[in-house]
């Protein structure tokens, strides 16, 4: 089973992935690294420090990793993970805490802002609901890796044994920022 793990970058994506790669032994894929180290991109933007993916080459090579692992629990971590996984959990952040950490990763100002004015405006979110089936999202505001953590594993838990019904918590859209945009 593929899940995707989504959200804006400085949500929390890679700490807790690696956390669940150690703790439950599931497959992590990053696919950001996989992109960048297998050449998966059509060309490199400058301006915002990124590569364009070639997303028709990641599906191809998603495909020979994953292809007989259905019955694996497998995790695409990436703020790319909403266009290939049927499954998804968002992570969130409050677009103040995420510029903090934006900063402190050393993004330019322009990268901050338009990370943190996506997140505001539920971008990825939006993106989920035209290309996923099954969307949940996490507000990590205020929690830590461990906590993410937990509750990611409390998701794919009641995905695993067929009772989604008792995660009414991580309804997607039950978080709002749109008042905290700059």
């Given at each position: 089973?593929?899940?995707?793990?989504?959200?804006?970058p400085?949500?929390?994506?890679?700490?807790?992935?690696?956390l669940?790669?150690?703790?439950?032994?599931?497959?992590?894929?990053?696919?950001?690294e996989?992109?960048k180290e297998?050449?998966?991109?059509?060309?490199?933007d400058?301006?915002r420090d990124?590569v364009?993916?070639?997303?028709?080459?990641v599906?191809?090579r998603?495909?020979e990793?994953?292809?007989?692992?259905?019955n694996?629990?497998?995790?695409l971590?990436?703020?790319l993970?909403?266009?290939?996984?049927?499954?998804v959990?968002?992570?969130r952040?409050c677009?103040?805490?995420?510029?903090?950490?934006?900063?402190a990763r050393?993004?330019s100002?322009?990268?901050?802002?338009?990370?943190?004015?996506?997140?505001?405006l539920?971008?990825i979110?939006?993106e989920s609901f035209e290309w996923?089936k099954?969307?949940f999202e996490?507000?990590t505001?205020?929690?830590?890796?461990?906590?993410?953590?937990?509750?990611?594993?409390k998701i794919?838990?009641?995905i695993l044994?067929?009772?989604e019904e008792?995660?009414?918590d991580?309804k997607?859209?039950s978080?709002d920022?749109?008042?905290l945009?700059?």
């Open positions: 089973m593929l899940i995707g793990l989504t959200g804006t400085g949500t929390g994506k890679t700490s807790v992935s690696k669940l790669e150690r703790k439950r032994h599931w497959k992590v894929i990053h696919l950001n996989m992109i297998e050449h998966l991109y059509t060309e490199i400058e301006g990124a364009i993916a070639d997303m028709e080459l599906r191809q998603l495909e990793i994953v292809g007989g692992r259905e694996e629990v497998i995790i971590e990436s703020h993970a909403h266009y290939i996984a049927d499954i959990i968002i992570l952040v677009p103040p805490e995420l510029k903090i950490r934006l900063k050393g993004y100002e322009e990268k901050v802002r338009e990370n943190v004015e996506a997140e505001a539920d971008v979110l939006v996923c099954k969307v996490i507000n505001t205020g929690m830590s890796i461990e906590e993410t953590g937990q509750n990611i594993e794919i838990d009641h044994s067929g009772s008792e995660l009414s991580y997607p859209g978080i920022w749109i008042d945009v700059p």
